[in-house]
T-cell receptor, first 111, second 114 residues
Protein backbone atom coordinates (compact mmCIF):
# COMPACT_ATOMS: atom_id res chain seq x y z
CA UNK A 1 0.00 0.00 0.00
CA UNK A 2 0.97 3.65 -0.18
CA UNK A 3 3.27 5.07 2.48
CA UNK A 4 4.01 8.60 3.53
CA UNK A 5 7.41 9.53 4.91
CA UNK A 6 7.19 12.57 7.12
CA UNK A 7 10.19 14.46 8.47
CA UNK A 8 11.48 15.51 10.81
CA UNK A 9 10.04 13.25 13.47
CA UNK A 10 10.43 15.96 16.11
CA UNK A 11 11.58 19.55 16.37
CA UNK A 12 12.62 21.72 19.29
CA UNK A 13 12.69 25.42 18.46
CA UNK A 14 12.68 28.82 20.10
CA UNK A 15 9.66 31.07 19.97
CA UNK A 16 9.84 33.31 16.92
CA UNK A 17 11.71 30.84 14.72
CA UNK A 18 10.37 29.50 11.45
CA UNK A 19 9.60 25.79 11.04
CA UNK A 20 9.52 23.54 8.00
CA UNK A 21 8.36 19.95 7.70
CA UNK A 22 7.66 17.78 4.69
CA UNK A 23 6.13 14.57 3.44
CA UNK A 24 7.05 12.38 0.54
CA UNK A 25 5.14 9.52 -1.01
CA UNK A 26 6.02 6.48 -3.07
CA UNK A 27 3.05 7.19 -5.30
CA UNK A 28 0.74 9.96 -6.41
CA UNK A 29 -1.96 11.65 -4.36
CA UNK A 30 -4.62 13.96 -5.73
CA UNK A 31 -5.05 15.87 -2.47
CA UNK A 32 -2.62 16.72 0.31
CA UNK A 33 -3.83 17.73 3.74
CA UNK A 34 -2.08 19.01 6.84
CA UNK A 35 -3.56 18.44 10.31
CA UNK A 36 -2.53 19.45 13.81
CA UNK A 37 -3.33 17.32 16.84
CA UNK A 38 -3.24 18.64 20.39
CA UNK A 39 -3.06 16.20 23.34
CA UNK A 40 -6.40 14.53 23.97
CA UNK A 41 -7.95 15.96 20.82
CA UNK A 42 -8.71 14.79 17.32
CA UNK A 43 -6.69 16.15 14.37
CA UNK A 44 -7.73 19.60 13.21
CA UNK A 45 -7.43 20.48 9.54
CA UNK A 46 -4.94 23.29 8.86
CA UNK A 47 -4.58 23.41 5.09
CA UNK A 48 -5.94 21.41 2.16
CA UNK A 49 -4.15 21.34 -1.21
CA UNK A 50 -5.98 20.19 -4.33
CA UNK A 51 -3.73 20.97 -7.28
CA UNK A 52 -0.13 20.10 -8.13
CA UNK A 53 2.06 23.15 -7.57
CA UNK A 54 -0.54 24.85 -5.41
CA UNK A 55 0.81 27.11 -2.67
CA UNK A 56 -1.69 27.97 0.05
CA UNK A 57 -1.44 30.08 3.19
CA UNK A 58 -3.48 30.12 6.37
CA UNK A 59 -2.19 32.88 8.63
CA UNK A 60 1.39 32.00 9.58
CA UNK A 61 1.11 28.63 7.87
CA UNK A 62 2.07 27.98 4.26
CA UNK A 63 1.85 24.66 2.48
CA UNK A 64 2.67 23.51 -1.03
CA UNK A 65 1.52 20.58 -3.16
CA UNK A 66 4.55 19.27 -5.02
CA UNK A 67 4.62 19.31 -8.80
CA UNK A 68 5.14 15.55 -8.95
CA UNK A 69 2.12 15.01 -6.63
CA UNK A 70 4.38 12.89 -4.45
CA UNK A 71 5.34 15.47 -1.85
CA UNK A 72 4.20 18.41 0.21
CA UNK A 73 5.71 20.76 2.75
CA UNK A 74 4.34 22.88 5.59
CA UNK A 75 6.03 26.02 6.87
CA UNK A 76 5.18 27.83 10.08
CA UNK A 77 6.56 31.33 10.40
CA UNK A 78 7.32 33.19 13.63
CA UNK A 79 6.37 30.27 15.86
CA UNK A 80 4.52 30.84 19.13
CA UNK A 81 4.01 28.55 22.15
CA UNK A 82 0.51 27.51 21.05
CA UNK A 83 2.01 25.99 17.89
CA UNK A 84 3.10 23.07 20.07
CA UNK A 85 1.54 19.80 18.98
CA UNK A 86 1.82 16.99 16.48
CA UNK A 87 1.53 17.87 12.81
CA UNK A 88 0.37 15.19 10.36
CA UNK A 89 0.40 15.21 6.60
CA UNK A 90 -2.19 13.09 4.83
CA UNK A 91 -2.70 12.11 1.25
CA UNK A 92 -5.95 11.37 -0.48
CA UNK A 93 -6.12 9.33 -3.68
CA UNK A 94 -9.46 10.65 -4.80
CA UNK A 95 -11.74 13.31 -3.39
CA UNK A 96 -13.58 12.17 -0.28
CA UNK A 97 -11.76 8.83 -0.06
CA UNK A 98 -9.57 7.21 2.59
CA UNK A 99 -6.59 9.12 3.92
CA UNK A 100 -3.05 7.84 4.28
CA UNK A 101 -1.23 9.59 7.12
CA UNK A 102 2.39 10.43 7.71
CA UNK A 103 4.01 9.48 10.98
CA UNK A 104 3.72 12.97 12.40
CA UNK A 105 6.11 15.74 13.47
CA UNK A 106 6.16 16.58 17.18
CA UNK A 107 6.80 20.31 17.52
CA UNK A 108 8.03 21.86 20.76
CA UNK A 109 8.33 25.64 21.04
CA UNK A 110 10.37 27.05 23.88
CA UNK A 111 9.24 30.49 25.08
CA UNK B 1 -16.96 22.24 8.55
CA UNK B 2 -19.15 19.60 10.18
CA UNK B 3 -19.43 19.42 13.97
CA UNK B 4 -18.62 15.90 15.14
CA UNK B 5 -19.14 14.47 18.61
CA UNK B 6 -18.06 11.12 20.02
CA UNK B 7 -19.22 9.20 23.06
CA UNK B 8 -17.67 8.22 25.34
CA UNK B 9 -14.69 10.56 25.32
CA UNK B 10 -12.69 8.01 27.27
CA UNK B 11 -13.18 4.69 29.01
CA UNK B 12 -11.27 2.09 30.97
CA UNK B 13 -12.41 -1.44 30.25
CA UNK B 14 -11.64 -4.94 31.39
CA UNK B 15 -10.10 -7.54 29.14
CA UNK B 16 -12.69 -9.65 27.31
CA UNK B 17 -15.45 -7.05 27.35
CA UNK B 18 -16.78 -4.95 24.46
CA UNK B 19 -17.24 -1.21 24.06
CA UNK B 20 -19.43 0.63 21.57
CA UNK B 21 -18.33 4.09 20.49
CA UNK B 22 -20.82 6.52 18.99
CA UNK B 23 -20.17 9.21 16.39
CA UNK B 24 -22.75 11.91 15.74
CA UNK B 25 -22.53 14.60 13.04
CA UNK B 26 -24.58 17.78 12.93
CA UNK B 27 -25.29 17.44 9.21
CA UNK B 28 -25.82 14.70 6.68
CA UNK B 29 -22.57 13.38 5.23
CA UNK B 30 -21.94 10.77 2.61
CA UNK B 31 -18.63 9.39 3.81
CA UNK B 32 -17.78 8.36 7.38
CA UNK B 33 -14.63 6.61 8.47
CA UNK B 34 -13.24 5.05 11.64
CA UNK B 35 -9.53 5.36 12.49
CA UNK B 36 -7.34 3.97 15.23
CA UNK B 37 -4.40 5.81 16.75
CA UNK B 38 -2.22 3.65 18.94
CA UNK B 39 -0.13 5.35 21.64
CA UNK B 40 2.50 7.59 20.10
CA UNK B 41 1.54 6.52 16.58
CA UNK B 42 -0.14 7.95 13.53
CA UNK B 43 -3.69 7.27 12.41
CA UNK B 44 -4.65 4.04 10.69
CA UNK B 45 -7.93 3.55 8.88
CA UNK B 46 -10.06 0.74 10.28
CA UNK B 47 -13.02 0.90 7.91
CA UNK B 48 -15.39 2.99 5.86
CA UNK B 49 -18.85 3.10 7.41
CA UNK B 50 -21.39 2.68 4.61
CA UNK B 51 -24.95 3.83 5.13
CA UNK B 52 -27.38 0.98 4.67
CA UNK B 53 -24.77 -1.68 3.94
CA UNK B 54 -21.85 -3.48 5.53
CA UNK B 55 -18.73 -1.47 6.32
CA UNK B 56 -15.64 -1.80 4.14
CA UNK B 57 -12.68 -2.94 6.23
CA UNK B 58 -9.01 -2.28 5.64
CA UNK B 59 -6.42 -5.02 5.65
CA UNK B 60 -5.82 -6.25 9.17
CA UNK B 61 -9.26 -5.32 10.50
CA UNK B 62 -12.26 -7.65 10.56
CA UNK B 63 -15.96 -7.26 11.19
CA UNK B 64 -16.05 -9.73 14.08
CA UNK B 65 -13.56 -7.63 16.02
CA UNK B 66 -14.76 -4.17 14.94
CA UNK B 67 -18.45 -4.33 13.99
CA UNK B 68 -19.71 -1.03 12.60
CA UNK B 69 -23.21 0.30 12.16
CA UNK B 70 -24.37 3.27 10.14
CA UNK B 71 -28.16 3.49 10.29
CA UNK B 72 -28.38 6.97 8.74
CA UNK B 73 -26.32 9.81 7.27
CA UNK B 74 -25.50 11.47 10.60
CA UNK B 75 -24.65 8.60 12.95
CA UNK B 76 -22.33 5.62 13.21
CA UNK B 77 -21.07 3.25 15.88
CA UNK B 78 -17.88 1.26 16.20
CA UNK B 79 -17.71 -1.66 18.61
CA UNK B 80 -14.39 -2.96 19.89
CA UNK B 81 -15.14 -6.59 20.76
CA UNK B 82 -13.46 -9.00 23.15
CA UNK B 83 -10.93 -6.38 24.11
CA UNK B 84 -7.32 -6.98 25.04
CA UNK B 85 -4.68 -4.50 26.26
CA UNK B 86 -3.43 -4.23 22.66
CA UNK B 87 -6.71 -2.50 21.79
CA UNK B 88 -5.78 0.46 24.00
CA UNK B 89 -5.86 3.35 21.54
CA UNK B 90 -7.65 6.48 20.51
CA UNK B 91 -10.53 5.72 18.17
CA UNK B 92 -11.58 8.53 15.86
CA UNK B 93 -14.41 8.97 13.45
CA UNK B 94 -14.11 11.28 10.50
CA UNK B 95 -16.54 12.63 7.92
CA UNK B 96 -16.20 14.19 4.52
CA UNK B 97 -17.71 17.63 4.21
CA UNK B 98 -20.12 17.81 1.31
CA UNK B 99 -19.12 21.40 0.57
CA UNK B 100 -15.35 20.96 0.50
CA UNK B 101 -14.84 17.19 0.01
CA UNK B 102 -12.36 17.43 2.91
CA UNK B 103 -12.16 15.12 5.94
CA UNK B 104 -12.80 16.40 9.44
CA UNK B 105 -12.24 14.44 12.62
CA UNK B 106 -14.15 13.96 15.81
CA UNK B 107 -12.46 14.52 19.20
CA UNK B 108 -11.69 10.83 19.60
CA UNK B 109 -12.41 8.17 22.23
CA UNK B 110 -9.47 7.23 24.40
CA UNK B 111 -9.75 3.55 25.32
CA UNK B 112 -7.65 1.83 27.96
CA UNK B 113 -7.97 -1.92 28.35
CA UNK B 114 -6.69 -3.47 31.57
Amino acid sequence: GQQLNQSPQSMFIQEGEDVSMNCTSSSIFNTWLWYKQDPGEGPVLLIALYKAGELTSNGRLTAQFGITRKDSFLNISASIPSDVGIYFCAGEETSGSRLTFGEGTQLTVNP
Amino acid sequence: SAVISQKPSRDICQRGTSLTIQCQVDSQVTMMFWYRQQPGQSLTLIATANQGSEATYESGFVIDKFPISRPNLTFSTLTVSNMSPEDSSIYLCSVVSASTDTQYFGPGTRLTVL
